[in-house]
């Protein structure tokens, strides 16, 4: 018996659609885990551990697996699936994985698991996605704003992130203003063989602010307690973000430390939507000019195992999340660069933004990954400038 | 005389379902109640009407139907459209 990998069959059927999702959770559920596999048809669970484990802890991790796949897939409902456009069969010229030459040429280098520094080509792949997001901005008059990396926590307990979303926070603290910590910090801090901080909790002190997963949650707070102007607030910002992923962390594909660029919009529920939907036909035109091969379909966000049944359920019934999914030709798959997102009145009601009217107002972003979007263009466009949009041949000049 | 008992069948049903999906006072839940109308009915509240919904009365709700049902006449105008009665 090999004791280092698990096989098992999954205590309830995991219906094709949640495959992906119950996957990616499973490299939460121990860190004893190396990887984890679901066959496509759901119904066999593969699991590789890092080194032997005994019978008895097997079991343990085997009964952790089986509480992930009956939070989310026990009763779930299928969600329904609609696809606003659809040009994933454009044809575009290259066909391998970006990564080896980006590394080869010294364009990324991996400071740790999704953290990457990013090279002259890539940068100026992303300043060039950019200005087509800033003249999307510019097009809804968007007031520009500037946001902090940090938030603090009592900014996401406010609005449920904590229940929604544990498994991808990143906090942030510091030594405790105590000069003998300091001071033994200073004496004694150093990393191990894994990587680790060798320094004992205790000389921290207590996590009062996070990494910000999100940009649009920084206006939201700006708004809180406030009535809006008649005609709305449209903004746009760009900004870092974190989200750890675990062993999903992969590539540029799937980094903890990403940057993001938002248009968002807060007022009527009419406004929102309408220029949420005014947003998505605009950068159509901008998708289409270059030859882009992607989808935009409706989508949920990665909630955590408890949350994850109702609120994905939720996000499908009324259509608050559709996804651009570049296409990766060197996988066959695709990969999410961007987003159309509805809030309805969630965050007017939690953080009591007013309409003139006195209802709470609705919210709407439109966000775009950049170190994505950059990277699914070269998936697409390779690293040949003859074979690149003419419009953007100038980026290698 | 309680004002439950002069409520139809059906009526105090979905009453019931709600109230424990909510937790809040069967008195809190009006005929006219709607999405929004309390902090508890938001999307997490709404979900957990859905499944109170599923369990009550053995349907089982799909993502076309759970963004229509959002107030009590619509939900009872479903369950009637679908036969579902009390002793579902």
Known sequence: MNLSTLNFAPAVPIPDHLVGEVQSKLAYVDERIASAQISPAGEQISIDLKQPVAESERSAIEEKVQRVVVSMAKGAIRPKVQVLEDYLDRSTPFVGDPMPELMQRGEIHREADGIYTLGPLLTRLIDWFERRFLDLADSFSAKPYRFPTLIPARYLERVGYFRAFPHSLSFATHLRSDLDQIDAFAEGAACDNHDNLNVPPERFAPIQTLLSPAVCYHLYFTLADQLLPPQGVVATAVGNCFRYESLNLNSLERLWNFTMREVIFVGAKEFVLENRELARQRMQRVFEEIGFAYRVESANDPFFIGEFRKQAAFQSAFQLKYEIRARLPFKDGTLAVGSYNYHQDFFGRHLNIQLPDGSAAHTGCVAFGLERIAFAFLAQFGFDANQWPLSMQEILQ | ?88
Not at chain 2, 25 to 42: H, N, R, T, V
Not at chain 2, 62 to 84: G, K, V
Request: charged share 20%; no cysteine; aromatic share 6%.
């Open chain 2, 1 to 88: 005389m309680s004002e439950n008992v002069s409520l139809n069948p059906l009526t105090r049903r979905i009453r019931e379902a709600l109230s424990l999906a909510l937790q809040v006072p069967i008195e809190m839940i009006s005929e006219d109640l709607a999405f929004g109308d309390l902090p508890q009915w938001d999307s997490m509240g709404h979900m957990e009407v859905m499944m109170r919904l599923e369990e009550f009365f053995g349907v089982e709700i799909n993502a076309d139907t759970i963004a229509t049902l959002t107030n009590f006449t619509a939900i009872r105008q479903y369950l009637e459209d679908n036969h579902l009665g009390v002793n579902s």
